[in-house]
């Protein structure tokens, strides 16, 4: 399959440079040339396949052509090596637990699915696959934990120091093996400059491999669709859902676009926002207008230019009615989500993260409109992620740390301590990882 960019349908490649280049010389984003469509035959079986097969039938159908059917399978399962439930709080109202992966967020799908993947395209190279990072928090331990033990990769994370709290820290720097944390001297805009001159000094990127883990490389999308339909199929037979998002670069709305488009039947989509409501106002008017991004308490969220618009206009022809008729959208701000908090724990004894309680307020309101409707909220993390707006409303000792996490946490922390200056940063690694 060849891949084009969004801003110049005639620029090609193969699948090896899309993923490993991340993004096109020409700042648009790669998109498959041809959408597939999974067969007859699997939309005859779906509701009897498990979590893996229902992954390895969407990731054939994507990169079968590129990669053998095993080493395909491989991958996929060992991406999903934790479910996604669906989880009913009341007649329609579902929530689609996307938390139980080793950092407890929905980036688990994409990061460990790309780290796989990358990892099988680069097996004959001679040299190690460098993966560089910077990263203000949760995106740089999703992506280490992804590349924790992959053979033929390391991970080079830069952080910015005193700028992450503590439990991101640890999931930085407490792996050790192929993953290195550089602590910053500096702030999160210095972390990324230093990666981008790294990249842009061809030598040193073309001898140590280089290659960015970032978030609208294609290979994070695809996975992400792997788990709308595994959760429609654990609705009961017939019902169609609307699926509900909660939405900062669109990367999850846009993988279930994809989802659709290879046949899932689905009713619509909500993408859900906080007061950060680019696409909700353009789904409105008509008109696009991104603006600097506000601080909300679902920070992840906090986006104000999205990054994967351009792909949504692509997937519906860029026409604003036709995508109008799948998504609608709408906005809450941060007093509408503490109370949905409150509520949803109050109402159904069941503890949501900021993120999802902005989906779960779309929800609710959709399903006054559409009284029949059966919702299904992607809810993105786990509440132990935020553990100060939670104990806000609910109250000292109301969200209890996962396992996984309690136990990295004790872990001593490893890193490297660094100016902020391209210079030793490039020098650095030239000396360290060069050979
Ligand atoms: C990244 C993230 C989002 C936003 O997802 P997009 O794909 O960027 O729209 C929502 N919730 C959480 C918890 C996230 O980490």
């Known amino acids: 399959m060849l891949y084009h960019s969004t801003n110049n349908p005639s620029h090609k490649v193969d699948l090896k440079e899309a993923i490993l280049r991340s993004l096109p010389p020409d700042n648009g984003l790669y998109m498959p040339d041809a959408l597939p469509v999974l067969s007859a035959g699997f939309w005859k079986t779906w509701r009897h396949l498990d979590f893996r097969e229902t992954g390895f039938a969407v990731a054939e159908a994507f990169f079968g052509e590129d990669v053998p059917s095993a080493a395909l399978r491989e991958i996929v399962d060992g991406t999903l090596e934790f479910d996604a439930p669906v989880v009913t709080l009341a007649p329609g109202d579902h929530i689609l637990e996307l938390f139980h992966g080793p950092t407890l967020a929905f980036k688990d799908f994409g990061a460990r699915f790309m780290a796989r993947l990358m990892a099988w395209l680069t097996r004959d190279d001679d040299r190690m696959l460098t993966v560089l990072v910077a990263t203000s928090g949760d995106t740089g331990g999703a992506v280490a934990s992804a590349f924790?033990?992959?053979?033929?990769?390391?991970?080079?994370?830069?952080?910015?120091?005193?700028?992450?709290?503590?439990?991101?820290?640890?999931?930085?720097?407490?792996?050790?093996?192929?993953?290195?944390?550089?602590?910053?001297?500096?702030?999160?805009d210095d972390c990324q400059a230093m990666v981008k001159a790294a990249f842009l000094d061809r030598d040193l990127s073309e001898k140590l491999n280089l290659t960015s883990a970032n978030s609208i490389n294609l290979a994070r999308l695809v996975p992400q669709s792997f788990y709308y339909i595994h959760a429609a199929r654990q609705l009961p037979e017939g019902v169609k859902p609307v699926f509900v998002v909660p939405s900062g670069n669109f990367g999850n709305l846009t993988a279930g676009l994809l989802a659709m488009k290879l046949g899932l039947p689905v009713e619509h989509f909500v993408a859900a926002t906080n007061r950060n409501d680019v696409v909700p106002r353009f789904l409105r008017s008509g008109s696009y207008q991104p603006r600097p991004s506000e601080q909300t308490i679902s920070n992840a969220m906090d986006v104000g230019a999205p990054s994967n618009f351009v792909r949504m206009q692509a997937l519906f022809g860029e026409s604003w009615e036709e995508m109008k008729r799948h998504v609608s959208g709408i906005a809450f701000d941060d007093e509408a989500t503490r109370t949905a908090i409150r509520e949803v724990k109050s109402l159904h004894d069941y503890l949501i993260d900021p993120h999802g309680a902005v989906g779960w307020l779309a929800a609710k309101a959709w399903r006054a409109q559409h009284p029949c409707s059966a919702t299904i909220t992607l809810e993105t993390a786990h509440p132990a992620k935020f553990p100060d707006v939670i104990e806000a409303e609910l109250g000292p000792g109301s969200v209890e740390i996962p396992e996984r996490l309690a136990i990295l946490a004790q872990r001593p922390k490893h890193a490297i301590p660094m100016k902020a200056e391209k210079n030793v940063f490039r020098e650095w690694l030239s000396a360290s990882l060069g050979t």
């Open 148 to 188: 924790h033990h992959v053979e033929g990769t390391r991970v080079v994370i830069l952080y910015p120091k005193g700028k992450v709290s503590g439990l991101q820290e640890k999931q930085l720097t407490a792996l050790g093996g192929n993953i290195t944390a550089l602590e910053v001297d500096g702030s999160f």
